[in-house]
């Protein structure tokens, strides 16, 4: 696999082991107001030499603005070609981050320090990075890999635990997508409980079926949709709950999405039943439901058009025939996504 | 080579043809102020479908409040990655419409139709996109290819000689890469006072050098420094003249820093001397002479010290054993440097 990915929780010492190796004229470390004070003090005695850029935390600030504040602190540095960066924080930053390495002079080279689940097991491996525009989630950006994703359990404890809901989504869609035993192992684990080891077994499994997809597809031309199960129905269902102005988590929202998806799977795919019903069961254990009416349904259906990955404004998803069988880039018609909509809320108790 | 290359004066049924190949859901056209009016008509007919977007011209403007409008405008009119735009215009245009496309959605396609000799012979082919940033040139972009780029000379007519003059510099830089044979043919043709025909001949020469050292290193690894010939010097000119208030073309910085590389490559490499003296007279006669004196020595040795491509502050250059022979990473010493500016000076009559 191309891009290197290290499961530690030796955080400190991979890292130091990692620029010693990449031998950097400078080291910048991008962290963001929260993370600063609860994960930098851990690795800092380690870079002495690092020129640390904090930005304000949080998915309102992956904008221009800061991205430019982020440019801005690298010149200011004398940063070069030769230099890396260091992206230390969740999602949004190792988002942003990736995106001003990969045009600050045309790209420098930067490492991934995840210190979130969602981070870990989504956003910082396979080679996306980018920030909002607009209001629209990444609508600019680019493809490119960090040099090396250093993954850990270590700093989880200090998440809140909606935020391990919230990346756990994400590993059952891997589950979902890999095979029935990893699927079945995945379940029966209790990932919040686990201790930090025990996690990053987990953790490592669900990352390397992301890796094993993006290797085949890293600029999204086609197989790479898989990774898409639960989003087209879940980015709906975060657009119309900030157009609610009660915005949900990303994760929940692909939990929610995933419930939703494998329903029209049944349809379209005969996805098994059983399956489907226990993935609701725990779907609606874990993260509760996500309320929707068919009032509803007319604005859901306008956000699933829009989608980025739709094309001539179908309704296209990612659907499974079974547990690790995929099929890309299928087209429903709206009767059949209104159809899925309804047992969604049957399973889910609406 | 992997980038399409087309050398045409039909552009219009050209850029039509490629279209139709492309097969985008919508094509956007991306124009300067100045191009908009005096080359777009020529091609609108073919286009009837397509989005202009018109942006100011000059360098002044290759900045990021420019590049957001771009983005901007592709959004409002639904552009998506099965979208193409095409770049129309000088450098400027080619260079931050490719960086806005390759970032636009994690990528969008594009197409160069460079209307400057300076653009098709150097901005629109080999993957360079990016804007300036805080006055640094270039410091944001990114390497991404164009889908196709389609040059002709057929909108030289409209240039000021000035600017003819300007791209004749890298046609020159290129014939000193080259070959004795190209060179001399080069030499001897009147580019400027040839017809469309004449011209296209030599600029595909003159293009196709630049691509072959393109292919071999398309991110600046190594090989692709030797296209830095004469720039070292030429962007330590340019900044002083803009530090002056009374800034140079940036092909007659070029065609300066030729000389004073040139030499440099005389004392360090042997490059021989009565190539040498008749390149110092070529430029002389076409390009009079940058006027600088000891005192400008010190600013002069700082700009090149913070040249993109330098490392560790050194002198960088790349520099010619003969036509056709280069030698790229060359680090000289700052008493040769001010050595190869007295000389400049004495060949320049100044």
Redesign the interface.
Known sequence: MPQQVIFTNAVATTLAAELDRLQP?RVFVLTDENTVGCVWPELAGQLPQATVITIPAGDDNKN?ATL?RV??SL?DNGA???SVLVNLGGGMVTDLGGFAA??????MRFINVPTSLLGAVDAAVGG?T?IN??D?K??????KEAETVIISTRFFSTLPESELKSGFAEMLKHGLLDSKDAYRHLLASDFQTADAEQQLTLLEQSVNVKRRIVELDP??KGLRRALNLGHTVGHAFESLALHRNRPIAHGYAVAWGLVAETVLSHIEMQFPSTLLYELAATVYRIYGAFPITCDDYPALLRYMRHD?KS??GEYNFSLLRDIGDVVTGHACDEETVKTALDIYRDLMHI
Request: glycine residues 10%.
């Open positions: 004229n221009l430019s440019w801005q010149q070069t070609r030769k990969a045009t600050f002079k045309r790209g996306k980018g525009f607009n629209l990444n609508e600019i950006g680019t493809f600029c999204e980025k094309e001539h």
